[in-house]
């Protein structure tokens, strides 16, 4: 008889498959264990990152792991960017996701809902984790959502090849109709205050 872990942890990578395996913009790159108690997430979504020079600039491509700790569900799964990412709720070595996590949420609900964080589709100022990112996102809502498209898969209901083409990223629009740039400066760098 399997114990209640590992039966969460088989339903979790189940869902991910199911969820994630045709998703152009949430990709399962890597596991570890059986069932899987460790994954890598890659997003090909649009969010920022500060470069070495203290320019705040967009990338394409972020990637994140997620550890299902020996307390887990009870306790939140421990989420760490391996990507750079510039957001209140990210800091270096970790995704602050504790003050939202209960046992009931789902695994493939927490990975949309951190790549709809990278995206700044959602975040929380209140208590950042990285104040000049709270600071940046309260000076600058003209920019915000970075990457307004939408995060999350189509539910089999909604699956139709609009909701996929509107998802596909292409490089050409912003979803907002303006054209995006190779690359985006959205700051010349940290003010000095």
Not at 26 to 34: D, E, P, S, V, Y
Not at 46 to 57: E, F, N, P, S
Not at 64 to 93: K, M, W
């Amino acid at each position: 008889m399997l114990s209640p872990r590992i039966r969460r942890l088989t339903q979790d990578h189940d869902r991910l498959q199911a969820r994630f395996g045709n998703w152009p913009l949430i990709r399962i790159t890597g596991t570890a264990g059986m069932p899987p108690e460790y994954y890598r997430v890659a997003y090909a979504l649009r969010g920022l990152y500060v470069d070495a020079t203290g320019q705040i600039l967009e990338r394409a491509e972020h990637v994140i792991e997620v550890n299902l700790s020996l307390g887990y569900p009870r306790r939140a799964p421990q989420c760490r960017p391996l990507t750079p990412v510039f957001h209140p709720n990210f800091d270096a070595v970790s995704v602050c996701i504790g003050d939202f996590w209960a046992a009931s949420e789902r695994l493939d609900d927490l990975i949309v809902r951190m790549g709809r964080m990278i995206a700044y589709q959602e975040y929380n100022a209140k208590s950042p984790l990285n104040g000049l990112a709270a600071r940046w996102a309260a000076e600058h809502p003209q920019f915000l959502p970075i990457d307004p498209r939408e995060v999350a898969p189509p539910s089999a209901a909604e699956h139709d090849g609009r909701a996929f083409q509107a998802a596909a990223p292409d490089g050409q629009s912003n979803g907002r109709g303006e054209a995006w740039p190779e690359q985006v400066v959205v700051s010349e760098g940290p003010r000095a205050d």
